[in-house]
């Protein structure tokens, strides 16, 4: 329950050609607090329910629950959420042992792309591809529970 991993930016949109899925994502916070989040996502056609705490210091590690709920569910929870839902594709590009999640932004966080890759402990290697940018990891303005309040539309670029 413990999750681990890095977060990078992505430098082009060469990823697209690698994924071997994508699905659409629209989620939405009941709680945003920096301590503990808990999210309501729709993938497609399911629905889940998901607690995360208080990231580590260095970003890397945080405790989270996943539960998967009906989309009726989360459709009626997502109206109960704090202002400000997240609309973004996720693409899945595998990469030797591990698995990147790129996430390409719409609407108030349109341009923004970020990849996630998950790992086994803090110091396990893997290979970067070569459309991964800067490490953003542990920076709280990318975390999707800030991207409601400050939307990506609203930073000085």
Not at 9 to 38: C, H, P, W
Request: glycine share 6%; with cysteine.
């Amino acid at each position: 329950m413990i999750e681990i991993e890095r977060k990078f930016l992505v430098n082009s949109d060469a990823f697209k050609t690698e994924a071997y899925m994508s699905y659409s994502i629209k989620q939405g916070f009941l709680n945003s607090d920096k301590a503990r989040t808990v999210r309501v996502r729709l993938k497609n056609d399911k629905g889940y329910l998901t607690v995360k705490g208080k990231s580590t210091a260095n970003g890397l590690s945080r405790f989270e629950w996943e539960k998967e709920i009906s989309k009726s569910d989360a459709e009626a929870l997502l109206l109960l959420c704090e202002p400000g839902i997240i609309d973004k594709t996720r693409y899945e590009v595998k990469s030797n042992d591990h698995i990147f999640e790129i996430d390409e932004f719409y609407g108030d966080n349109e341009g923004l792309i970020v990849a996630e890759v998950e790992l086994n402990s803090e110091n396990e290697s893997y290979k970067k591809p070569h459309w991964l940018g800067k490490e953003v990891t542990g920076d709280l303005k990318y975390y999707n529970s800030l991207l409601i309040k400050t939307p990506y539309k609203l930073w000085k670029h």
